[in-house]
């Protein structure tokens, strides 16, 4: 998957708990993402970076905080989950063209 | 009028026929058009990039982009169960940069019978 690695793969998690989920790349992209992906909804972005420090909201950006205090990892927080974040969340990057995709986090808020 | 619209499918074809996915848009503004293959549990990965319109050719995909029509079109010829996934497309009005302007269709599922 174009040299990304998120992490964990698969979390489950209670209501009101913080979650963090880490996306690492090898390859040196300015730009990274995070999408989430539900039925019904598609793809949507949450946040994306276009440098270190640099972050800028998406779509659906309430509820989520993104920081990156280095070019190869981009972390994405929920700081008090819900019900509402169960998703399969994707990270990407971007080589200033095209969008590579990991293979997803399943993240399921009981 | 949501900004592109996808059928959802599901698309049952048997193996080896012509199979046509489809997206249609609303912004005159989109320029770069892009297909995404996914498959079960895994991440979206880059089929077909073009660029306005016109036709762009890889193997047994085709990609085409009506721009007049606001309307593109992914094309698989001699379908095999491996192609067997869900298809997004995507498209943007900006080169490059900071992808975030990008909109995705919802995806249609397609499945490819032996």
């Known amino acids: 998957d174009a040299g990304i690695t998120q992490s964990p793969r698969h979390k489950v998690t209670e209501t009101g708990t913080p979650v963090t989920l880490r996306c690492h790349q090898t390859?040196?992209?300015?730009?990274m993402y995070w999408y989430r992906q539900d039925p019904g909804h598609g793809l949507r972005l949450i946040h994306y970076s276009y440098g270190v420090k640099d972050t800028d909201k998406g779509e659906v950006s309430d509820g989520y905080s993104v920081s990156r205090s280095k070019t190869e990892d981009f972390l994405l927080t929920l700081e008090s989950a819900t019900s509402s974040q169960t998703s399969v969340y994707f990270c990407?990057?971007?080589?200033?063209?095209?969008?590579?995709f990991g293979s997803g986090t399943q993240l399921s808020v009981l | 009028q949501k900004e592109v619209e996808q059928d959802p499918g599901p698309l049952s074809v048997p193996e080896g026929a012509i199979v046509s996915l489809n997206c249609t848009y609303s912004?005159?503004?989109?320029?770069?058009f892009m297909w995404y293959r996914q498959y079960s549990r895994k991440g979206p990965e880059l089929l077909m990039y073009t660029y306005s319109s016109g036709n762009k050719e890889d193997g047994r995909f085709t990609a085409q982009v009506d721009k007049s029509s606001k309307y593109i079109s992914l094309f698989i010829r001699d379908s095999q169960p491996s192609d067997s996934a869900t298809y997004l497309c995507a498209m943007s009005a900006n080169y490059g940069g900071s992808q975030g302007n990008l909109i995705f269709g919802k995806g249609t599922k397609l499945s490819v019978k032996p």
């Open positions: 912004n005159s503004a989109f320029q770069y």
């Open positions: 390859e040196n992209h300015r730009y």
């Open positions: 990407a990057i971007s080589d200033d063209e095209k969008l590579f």
